[in-house]
Nanobody, 128 residues
């Protein structure tokens, strides 16, 4: 059974940093993409970043987080990270990691329909 478990959320002041982790288990294949999405209260879920686990290990970011967030993957640990720096109040949201079907690669800002497996989410609150 595929499982994705997020951790690392919390309360941080504007300008601060957090690192989210997504631990993956139960996959029977190696070629897939992992993405981070977020959903703020009253808003639709939006793609934040994605990474391909194999091949060129390509990454893509939403314009709103470019230069501030970095996605990375430690395949030996089956864990994907989202390093979030220079956080803003508008980054406040529940953050979810998601995994694609086999042989899907990160080639653009992630969209929900591209990802089949989802974690339960971790809350990030940016406030003074």
């Amino acid at each position: 059974e595929v499982q994705l478990v997020e951790s690392g959320g919390g309360l941080v002041q504007p300008g601060g940093s957090l690192r989210l982790s997504c631990a993956a288990s139960g996959f029977t294949y190696d070629d897939y993409a992992i993405a981070w999405f977020r959903q703020a209260p009253g808003k639709e879920r939006e793609g934040v970043a994605c990474i391909s686990r194999t091949g060129d290990r390509s990454t893509r970011y939403a314009d709103s987080v470019k230069g501030r967030f970095t996605i990375s993957s430690d395949n030996a640990k089956n864990t994907v990270y989202l390093q979030m720096n220079s956080l803003k109040p508008e980054d406040t949201a529940a953050y979810y990691c998601a995994a694609s079907s086999p042989y899907w690669y990160c080639s653009g800002v992630p969209r929900e329909f591209e990802y089949d497996y989802w974690g339960q989410g971790t809350q990030v609150t940016v406030s003074s």
